[in-house]
Structures are given as C-alpha cells and as structure tokens.
C-alpha cells in the first residue's frame, strides 16, 4: 500500500484495534495465476507470535482455499472515509480529496480442516460477534447437523509478517483547514463523516480544539 509518512500508523496496538473493530475484511491471493478475493469476517489473535495472527474460514466451494496454503496472501480492512470539498478549506489552489483508514496485512497461510479445530473456529467467531447482544446466540454441542456444515467449510490461518496502517485524516494541512473540514463533516447526516471528523479530531496538536 502507498503510505506517505505524512499519513503512516505503526503503533501495533492503534493497529489491532481496528483490525477489531472493522474486521470484516477483503482477503486477496492469487488463484490460477490471478488475483481473486473473498470478503469475509476474519478475527485477530493479537498474541500469536510478534505481530499476532488472522484466522478465518471460506465456504468450501470457494476455490481460493485450494491455493491458499503457505501462499503469501494480504488482507485488507477497511474503516470510516468521506469525500472531502475543496471549498471547506475556504482557501486558493486546493483540489478535492478523500479521507480514510485502512490497515493492510500480509502473511502466509496455513489450512485448517480438521472438525476439532474447524468447530473451535466456528465457536470462536460467534462469541466474538454475538458478545455484545443482550442475549447471545451460542452454537451448542456438536451434532450431526454441525458437523455436515464443518464439511462444508475449510479455516486457515494467517501468522501476520507485515502490517500497515494508513490514516490519511489531512494531516498534511494547516491546523486550522483541519478544523474546518471537521466542522462541515460534522454537519453532514452520515455515520461515516462524523467518525472521519473522530479520527481527524485526535490526530490534531493535543491544544487544538474544533
């Protein structure tokens, strides 16, 4: 990913925080000597080895899986982005742009196929996305009708060897346009400009305000 230093994030915790909070992500590898992608919710195991680790798993019917063992393969999330006006900055010799964040990582594969494993995966995905209802959905024991769905799909695992993070939140403009552009995106009806504005508010000097 092009990352100018302007816009680069390399804390790993700010990292994995967003992996966690938008973890529904792209999963890219090469499949037949293309590109081919899957999108797919993939949970975080932030203390598996120095950078942590991705697992996840695609239905079984899905072809990607066959190459996907011990290729490098990136995965890709993505968080809040807004269009931002050149008129905002109030200001001569200024083009549009957009904001964003995103956080890219790349690593090899390892296949999961195993019922054991492969129904430990499927527990853990459900608690992590059914933790926070009022009354959580759980997959139970095992039964006949699991483990003809087990059958039906194949896990993996990604050991994480390189991650970046890219905020580009307009950190390469004035204090003061900064504030601008969050002023308007707030006005904005829409969840993604006011959590832009968020984002772009803590990357401001800590005695600026909006």
């Known amino acids: 990913m092009y990352v100018p230093a302007a816009f ?4 790993l915790a700010k990292l994995h925080d967003f992996i ?3 973890s529904f992500g792209l999963l890219v590898s090469q499949v037949n000597g293309e590109p081919f992608a899957t999108h797919l919710p993939l949970l975080l195991e932030r203390a ?3 950078q942590g680790a991705l697992v996840g798993h695609v239905a079984r ?3 990607q899986w066959e190459s996907l063992a011990e290729q490098a393969v990136l995965a890709v999330f993505s968080g809040p982005h807004a269009y931002i006006s050149p008129s905002w900055y109030e200001a001569d010799n200024v083009v549009p742009t957009w904001n964003y964040s995103a956080v890219h990582v790349y690593g090899r594969v390892t296949l999961i196929d195993d019922p054991d494993s492969l129904f430990a995966l499927v527990q853990a995905t459900t ?7 009022p009354v959580p959905w759980a997959v139970g024991e ?3 009708f699991l483990d003809r769905l087990l059958a039906m799909i194949v896990g993996f695992r990604i050991d994480i060897e390189r991650i970046e993070g890219k905020w580009k939140l307009s950190q390469n403009h004035p204090v003061e346009r900064r504030q601008k552009v969050i002023r308007e995106l707030r006005k ?5 400009d006011s959590e ?13 305000e909006v």
């Not at 904005?188 to 993604?192: A, C, G, H, N, Y």
């Not at 984002?199 to 600026?208: R, V, Y």
Request: proline fraction near 5%; charge should be negative; glycine fraction near 2%.
């Open 196 to 208: 832009v504005a968020r984002l772009m508010e803590q990357m401001l000097p800590a005695d600026e």
């Open 20 to 22: 966690e909070q938008h």
């Open 142 to 144: 095992r039964n006949t």
């Open 127 to 133: 608690e992590a996305y059914e933790k926070s209802r």
């Open 8 to 11: 680069a994030e390399h804390d």
């Open 48 to 50: 598996a080895g120095p």
């Open 188 to 192: 904005r009806d829409q969840s993604d």
């Open 61 to 63: 019917a899905n072809l």
